[in-house]
């Protein structure tokens, strides 16, 4: 084995350890969709009125449509809290030692994000085979085409985390950062209801939400589990990766912190 791929695995058995280690994250990162699921169904398909049939060309419930949102819900939340253990990581010195490490900086950077994604994907097989339990059933093979949407997401919103714990150097700033982050990218996106329907209350936050990279992340997610495939939401998910993971590697160079020394 080559030692790419010796720090690849080292790098993604410690992560595991430390999420089984973890476990209120782990009933945190599952309660939490559930009760969007399960409570808040109801009052949003009622007060929405929504009859959704974009893309499927079917009529279907309001629970099923906010699947794929609640899936990208906890790879948001997840990407952001393993950024977090960067900065912990960082205030330790264990991500000094881990970045001196004779391999290319990218190809390091790259492990950590490849290890939080494989655990969000963990996380939301999890949340898919409840709600399959609680009566919210997907195609067959929705449930592996959605495999490799869920980890192009999950690499472009660990990729997003890791920029911002490059540029915070104190990990109590880094939860202020998080709230300031998630909840618009969350709400301000087509997880929780259609973009033509926001075009009805507002034009201008429907444009937002269109730019939004969390809107075309769970769109990915959202036809892969329908069997389809949306290319334009994959251009823009894997465009915003890439922007997000150049500005990491950026923020990571240690050439820039010697200068600011």
């Known amino acids: 084995m080559t030692p790419a791929l010796v720090a690849l695995q080292a790098i993604t058995i410690r992560e595991g350890l430390r999420f089984v280690r973890q476990r209120s994250r782990f009933i945190a990162a599952l309660i939490r969709p559930l009760v969007w699921l399960v409570v808040f ?4 398909r009622a007060a929405l009125g929504l009859s959704i049939t974009p893309p499927y060309q079917t009529y ?3 629970e099923i449509y906010i699947v794929p949102g609640l899936c990208g819900m906890i790879i948001l939340f997840n990407g952001m809290q393993s950024s977090l253990s960067l900065v912990y990581d960082r205030e330790m010195g264990s991500m000094r030692l881990l970045l001196t490490s004779p391999l290319p900086r990218w190809w390091l950077l790259f492990c950590r994000l490849f290890a939080s994604t494989a655990i969000s994907v963990l996380q939301v097989y999890t949340f898919l085979a ?3 339990l609680y009566g919210i059933d997907m195609p067959w093979q929705g449930y592996v085409l959605v495999l490799p949407a869920l980890l192009v997401s999950g690499l472009m919103l660990g990729a997003l985390g890791l920029a911002l714990s490059s540029a915070i150097r104190q990990l109590e700033n880094f939860a202020g950062v998080m709230n300031f982050v998630i909840f618009p990218m969350f709400f301000l996106s087509s997880a929780l209801y259609p973009l033509w329907k926001m075009a009805e209350s507002s034009a201008l936050l429907r444009d ?8 075309h992340a769970v769109e990915l997610i959202r036809f892969a589990l329908y069997g389809q495939f949306n290319a334009m939401a994959l251009f823009w998910t894997m465009l915003a990766g890439l922007v997000f993971a150049g ?7 240690p050439a820039r912190g010697m200068k600011r020394q």
């Open 41 to 44: 169904a109801a009052g949003f």
């Open 60 to 62: 279907i419930t309001y």
């Open 130 to 132: 409840v709600a399959a």
């Open 208 to 215: 937002i939400c269109a730019i939004n990279p969390f809107t």
């Open 247 to 253: 500005a990491a590697l950026w923020g990571y160079d």
